[in-house]
């Protein structure tokens, strides 16, 4: 869905609908000439002070509730500051963006927020004397395409519902800027090889924000069932990603088909699916699932509350994956071979993750009663790593671990698990030929 129209049009009706966005043009929001909401790159009067002083700063912004886990509350710290390092425009001011984009950038080597784009103008100068962002930076959906004339951005991290992906990545590369988008890429294997084709058409990169990819703990675990000597031949792998959605925030987002184009699986479910993928570096070649909702539950109305699916990889392994959106927080996988397994639990969180192994004893074939052996390394932020190399990839003309063509494989694979809950039966899936077929320059070891 493309928010770049007249606000009258049916389209951007529907949106607000759906949203409840105060979203408008800039003459509708309010805002001058002396601001990029109407007109990117104008200046301030003299004497106008666009960043309020540190001693000025505003309270952390209120979030409506996503879970029924009552312990969640809003994390957002207040960070200033700025330096050379790679311009992101962060698109999309929501609970992400605010509790972990934005504070991840003071763990980042190599990344900088330049410009905030939000349809909230009063959130957005919020946020921008949070982060010391100019007012003639901030942009809202409508004047975003401006963003062409600003020296200060070369890459755009879209933070939006899933449905608005490819319309601002379309319009970031024409813009002439490098693309980080989040997960799920999109809504449709069409949308996501649109993004792809607008970027390359552009000579722009475009990366998929598959943080656990860029984690220590789950690469350590991919080294593990890819090197054989520590596990074994890998044989199963199960996985479960749930939450319980928050029953006061039914019409948030995730739960509107029009702008999630799923629920479980494309939200949480996604974390097993891409992750044993990563884990294995192989491709699925067949997929079983089956999907349910709770009659009469109004979060699921449109989308699914639960889906259940096991792949079948080339080498023999069968990942079994479970994803609920009406479950307690549960976000763990345990990778099983013959001389041993590896668990993450939590596996899938922002923060807090955990690795324990369990193996045979060396140089005895004998049974023997298995220690549990704990990993802990330092943590480090999941997306700051991401960040940074993304930065890395723009700086030296590098296709990024995580391109677009990473995210249309997870979207090819998602339809078929649909197709195969829709109809009861198995779905072959084309077979592809090497490892990580799809992903560009690994990353540094941080």
């Known amino acids: 869905m493309d928010m770049h129209t007249d606000a009258s049009s049916p389209d951007r009706r529907r949106f607000l609908r759906l949203t409840g966005s105060a979203v408008a043009t800039a003459g509708i929001l309010g805002l001058g000439g002396q601001s990029a909401w109407a007109q990117a790159g104008a200046t301030p009067a003299a004497g106008d002070s666009h960043v309020a002083p540190a001693k000025d700063l505003p309270a952390a912004i209120s979030l409506p509730p996503m879970q029924e886990d009552k312990s969640e509350k809003s994390r957002m710290p207040v960070q200033l500051g700025k330096d050379s390092r790679l311009g992101l425009a962060i698109v999309g001011l929501g609970r992400l963006s605010l509790e972990e984009i934005l504070p991840a950038l003071a763990n980042s080597k190599r990344c900088r927020v330049t410009a905030l784009v939000s349809g909230d103008p009063a959130k957005a100068r919020q946020v921008a004397a949070m982060y010391d962002v100019p007012e003639t930076s901030l942009y809202d959906y409508q004047t975003f395409d401006q963003i062409r004339n600003n020296p200060d951005v070369q890459a755009v991290y879209i933070v939006l519902p899933n449905a608005l992906h490819k319309a601002f990545t379309e319009r970031a590369a024409k813009a002439g800027k490098h693309v980080l988008c989040e997960k ?179 140089d005895t074939d004998e049974f023997m009663a298995p220690g549990i052996e704990q990993i802990t390394p330092q943590e480090k932020n999941q997306f700051a790593l991401e960040m940074d190399h993304f930065a890395e990839c723009v700086a030296g003309g590098k296709q990024p671990w995580t391109p677009g063509e990473e995210g249309l494989q997870d979207q090819r694979i998602m339809e078929a698990i649909y197709e195969s809950a829709r109809t009861g039966r198995a779905v072959e899936l084309a077979p592809v030929k090497g490892l990580d077929a799809f992903r560009g320059t690994e990353p540094t070891k941080p």
């Open 184 to 362: 799920p890429m999109a809504t449709s294997v069409a949308d996501c090889q649109v993004m792809i084709d607008a970027c390359k058409a552009a000579g722009r990169l475009l990366m998929i924000a598959y943080r656990i990819q860029y984690e220590p703990l789950n690469r350590q675990v991919k080294d593990w069932a890819r090197g054989g000597s520590v596990l074994g031949k890998i044989k199963l792998i199960t996985m479960a990603n749930c939450q319980n959605q928050s029953k006061e925030n039914i019409r948030q987002w995730r739960h509107i088909k029009a702008l999630a184009g799923g629920g479980a699986l494309p939200d949480i479910g996604l974390y097993c699916l891409n992750t044993a993928r990563f884990l294995l570096g192989e491709e699925p070649i067949e997929v079983l699932a089956t999907q349910y909702s709770t009659e009469g539950d109004a979060r699921f109305a449109e989308v699914e509350e639960a889906i259940l699916w096991q792949m079948r990889f080339p080498g023999g392994v069968r990942a079994q994956c479970t994803a609920s959106y009406a479950g307690f927080t549960s976000r763990q996988y345990r990778v099983l071979g013959e001389k041993g397994w590896a668990n993450m639990d939590p596996a899938f969180g922002y923060n807090g993750l955990q690795l324990k192994r369990s193996r045979m004893a060396e």
